[in-house]
Structures are given as C-alpha cells and as structure tokens.
C-alpha cells in the first residue's frame, strides 16, 4: 500500500497555514511530521482524517483521493488527537464499548492490542483516575478498533513517561511489522527512533530533513 499527499493547502481567512504540503509513504513506513507549536502539524493531521476541510490538495491511498472517499478513508484510518476523547465519566471498558463488542474486548485483552497496550489490568477503573500515559493508551485502544491500515499520531507521548512513550513506540513498532504506516505529529525529538522519514513545517512549508540523528541541525531547522 502506498500513499501520496499532494498540495494539501489550508487557510484561516488571510492566513495561510499550509502552503503545497506533498510527501509519499509506503506500508510499513512511519513518517514524523516535526515543527514548532503552532506551525501547522495538527492541523495537516485534522484534513487527512477528515475532521476539517482543506482549501486543495489529495490524500490518495492506492489511487483513491480519501479527502473525497469518506467511506474509504473511515475504513483505512485512525485518528488519535492529543487530548485523549475519552468519557471521563466511565471505566476504560465502558469506553471501549463504544467501539468494540463485549467479546472483542475479552479476546484483545487476552492476546491483542489491549493487551499490548497494558489496558488489560485497567479495564474497570473510571478514566477520570487514569494517569496521562493510560488515557492515551486507552484512546490508541479505541482509535484502532477499524483495523486500519494508517494510522495518525498527534503528539502520542507528550508529557509521559518512560515506560508509557516505550509502550507506544513498541506498539508503533508492530504496527509498521503488520504493514500499516504511521504519521506522527511532534516536537519531541525522541519520537524520531520509530520515524523512517522526517519532514519539518516551517512557515506553513514541508521540508525533508534526512538524518534525523542530528539533533542540534534538526533543532536549527525548527
């Protein structure tokens, strides 16, 4: 699977946030989209997933534009925002209820991604308990109960800790071992480990920067 944005443009009356944003990734490829606050990297992440409308551009996967196929691109894609939208109200199950069946959750907290994710051991506590690290889990849990094959990351470990931003980037991992390809959104360095390709946005402008081991010329560049 392969796909290409193209043009992608986006402007709030006269202020052009994006200006021709065009990269290309492949299945089994992870790609960290890098750039100061503010500089335009959850907003790229808002029209690929369909949450705001671009003023041009395309997003095609295989030859279908899912910026215009929106029963392909909710088939294909998963969105986890940076401010987890879980009911904080409700237990971790009782949020994945919203998207998976009572045995669904039983056999992925046995052997699949809630279990991966170390929800398993959660399942009956009140989100509003939850630390930050498990809310994002959690909402990685109910972002992908699709199955898909794209996966969108904003800011995923941003003010956690360790052993959180190991447990994402392990399910990141196998994410990409299964063939998905993963966009991350950031301005932690750190993320760079699970990225294949790294682009920055700078004045509403995408820029490849090729050896992301250079942290002192990446930071230049912001």
Known sequence: MDIDIIGIKKKYGKSTVLKDITFSCSSGECVGILGCNGCGKSTLLNILSGIITSNGGEFLCDGKNLLKDRKSRE?????????????????????????????????????????????????????????????????????????????????????????????????????KKFGGIVIIATHDLNELSVCDKCYIIKDGRLNAFDDKNDFSKLVDNL
């Open 75 to 175: 088939k294909l894609t998963a969105y986890v925002p940076q401010f987890p939208p879980l009911i904080e109200e409700l237990t971790a199950k009782d949020n994945l209820l919203l998207w998976y069946s009572s045995g669904e959750i039983k056999a992925s907290a046995s052997s699949g991604v809630i279990k991966m994710l170390g929800i398993d051991k959660y399942l009956k506590s009140p989100v509003k308990n939850m630390s930050g690290g498990m809310k994002k889990r959690l909402s990685i849990a109910c972002a992908v109960s699709n199955r898909p094959k794209i996966l969108f990351l904003d800011e995923p470990s941003a003010a956690l800790d360790p052993i959180c931003k190991k447990t994402i980037c392990d399910y990141i991992e196998r994410f």
